[in-house]
């Protein structure tokens, strides 16, 4: 399997812009997670699914941030309007059912400027 | 609150210097703990789990090491190519089984 895909690795964009963020989890996975790292908070959770459905977006920051998995082998976080302050690098992860260890992928590096 | 800290937070170490990362936790109830490498520009990656106080588990120059209230991943003689960031995670009972991270510890070595 090639892993955990993300793209696009790099998004530079203007404040006000919508932004895509898009994942493909590894096959047979049951689990998909979004995370933001930046320096001063390290790596937050920001939103979870199982077999496609959302359990806990408790960790999304605010409305203008949306995810979704319209299916098994993609996702989606969409953020509108960005801004400044939405710059870090989001990753993406997938686990299997009753399996602890979570694969991410290399991440995308949002700059918001 | 579930806590996790991780200590230093910043490590270097010259090549062959062995030495420990600490993991400290405060949680209701562990289910288990996790330990991950992140190289600059990639993905955290997975090295080991451990579920019981008195557990330990080995990878080449690794070794981690579980206590009631910590973890240590200790490195024995460390090369270069172990520079990176090292991040524990914290599973608890009783929720979602949805790890919390610590903000990790950067060691750099330097040849």
């Known amino acids: 399997d090639a892993g955990v895909i993300q793209s696009p690795r790099h998004e530079v964009t203007e404040m006000g812009q919508e932004v895509t963020l898009r994942c493909k989890p590894i096959s047979g996975h049951d689990y998909l997670f979004w995370y933001r790292q930046t320096m001063m908070r390290g790596l937050e959770l920001l939103i979870y699914?199982?077999?496609?459905?959302?359990?806990?977006d408790s960790g999304m920051p605010e409305d203008r941030f949306s995810a979704k998995m319209p299916n098994a082998s993609f996702s989606t976080l969409k953020i509108q309007p960005s801004e400044p302050r939405d710059s870090a690098v989001y990753f993406c992860?997938?686990?299997?059912?009753?399996?602890?260890?979570?694969?991410f992928g290399p991440g995308t590096r949002l700059t918001v400027t | 609150e579930d806590q996790v800290t991780q200590s230093p937070e910043a490590l270097r170490l010259q090549e062959g210097e062995s030495s420990s990362l600490n993991c400290s936790y405060t949680v209701s109830g562990l289910r288990g703990l996790f330990w991950y490498r992140q190289d600059p520009g990639k993905g955290p990656e997975f090295l080991f789990t451990l579920y019981s106080a008195g557990e330990e588990k080995e990878k080449e120059r690794l070794k981690a090491t579980l206590t009631k209230k910590e973890s240590f991943l200790h490195i024995t003689a460390p090369k270069p190519e172990d520079s990176a960031t090292y991040l524990c995670a914290v599973q608890v009972t009783g929720g979602s089984y949805i790890p919390t991270f610590g903000r990790g510890t950067s060691l750099i070595v330097h040849p």
């Open positions: 992860a997938s686990r299997q059912e009753h399996v602890s260890e979570q694969y």
């Open positions: 699914f199982n077999n496609n459905v959302p359990i806990d």
